[in-house]
């Protein structure tokens, strides 16, 4: 065999054992040891040439387009060296752009010198959805989707909104089950309930009433109220909410106006008004005071109003009691007689101060004397 033969063949194993992820070259002495001149020669006195071109010859570069197909775009493509008769890449030879991960796993196809490996970003978030249950009503009332930290494993309640109308029951850090937050809720608490005291200006209570206001309320105003039966509210405006959730309204009986007429022997003296509660049907006798210079005569606690509100009080004058004798002018003769009273230091009294009985007129003139508590007085027809 001829030294070209044999460098063939020698080449030809050690391509061989290259392709096959060698590095030693079982080559037989007959192939190695003789040459044409018949001397010994060692593996040195190859040609390095030809070892070169024989390693390049059992690899290939290929390109590893790495693709993010949500983006729709190529992010990054890098060359690669392979044996030259590879027909796939395992996805473990290949390292992802930075902040972005392998999508497959296993063997990638070559495909005219590239591999496609599709890449997409590296998650930093994950989505859970939160069922917000209420287990009054025993049944959910809303699920949403959270946004979270990939690695989160609960969901503080700070970070959560109860549906409209509902809050929360529990607060803190609520755990994630595959990928679902149980977040309890029960209606929401918008109303208090409070008591209305309803009180005159003594504070003797006339009425309580029970009232629901928002929950947050510190005043309630006299405009939604109403007053009891036969009262007004006395003191309008904001008043304050207690401690106690209590309200004291000062309230002022109805009143109505009653005339009382004062009368002596059946003739109205004198007048006043008087104001009394609204529903009163009566008024006490206490609150009467006659009429300067007399004194009542009317006997009684109470008087009766009656339905044009007037009552009628019997009075007399205050004094002495002086007889008077009425005389006809001609004759002497005593047609009636009568009394009047006088001021108790009185000594005497004008004629013209005289009533006269009904058919006569008076006679007499100037003043008369009432020092015996008797005057004569004479009349004509």
């Known amino acids: 065999m001829g030294l070209k033969e044999r460098r063939k063949k020698i080449m030809t194993l ?40 024989a390693n390049v010859a059992a690899q290939k570069t290929i390109y590893i387009n790495f693709y993010d197909e949500e983006a729709n775009a190529q992010v990054k493509e890098e060359p690669m060296q392979v044996p030259a008769d590879a027909t796939s890449v395992n996805a473990s030879s290949l390292t992802a752009p930075e902040g972005y991960e392998l999508v497959l796993s296993g063997d990638l196809a070559i495909n005219d010198g590239y591999v496609y490996a599709a890449v997409r970003k590296v998650a930093t978030t994950k989505t859970v959805k939160i069922n917000y249950y209420s287990e009054e009503e025993e049944k959910q009332i809303a699920e949403v989707e959270l946004t979270v930290d990939k690695d989160a494993t609960s969901v503080n309640t700070s970070k ?30 918008t109303t208090k309930g409070i008591t209305v005291v309803y009180q005159d200006r003594k504070g003797n209570v006339i009425k309580t009433a029970p009232m629901t206001v928002d929950k947050d309320a510190t005043y309630i105003n006299t405009g939604k109220l109403t007053a009891p039966d036969g009262y007004t509210i006395g003191i309008v405006g904001d008043i304050k909410i207690s401690q106690n959730n209590k309200v004291y309204i000062t309230v002022d009986q109805n009143k109505k106006s009653v005339t009382v007429i004062f009368k002596e022997s059946g003739k109205v003296v004198s007048s006043k008004k008087l104001s ?49 004798i009425y005389r006809l002018a001609k004759t002497n003769k005593i047609v009636a007689t009568g009394e009047i009273v006088v001021d108790k230091k009185a000594t005497s009294i004008k004629a013209s101060e005289v009533p006269v009985p009904a058919g006569y007129k008076m006679v007499t003139t100037g003043s008369c004397s009432v020092k015996t508590k008797k005057i004569e007085i004479y009349v004509k027809k």
Do not use: H, W
């Not at 006659?290 to 004094?319: C, F, H, M, W």
């Open 14 to 53: 050690m391509l061989a054992a290259c392709v096959a992820g060698t590095s030693v070259v079982p080559v037989a002495a007959s192939d190695v040891s003789v040459f044409s001149d018949g001397t010994d020669a060692s593996p040195e006195a190859f040609d390095s040439a030809d070892v070169d071109s």
């Open 160 to 189: 959560l909104t109860a549906p409209e109308g509902y809050e929360l029951v529990l607060s803190g850090d609520l755990a994630i089950n595959d990928g679902y937050v149980y977040a309890a809720v029960r209606k929401a608490v």
């Open 276 to 324: 009394v509660v609204a529903t009163a049907k009566y008024v006490n006798m206490s609150r009467i005071t006659a009429p300067d210079r007399y004194q009542i005569v009317t006997t009684g606690s109470k008087l009766k109003i009656s339905k044009n509100n007037t009552v009628t009080v019997e009075v007399k004058k205050l004094g002495k009691t002086i007889k008077v």
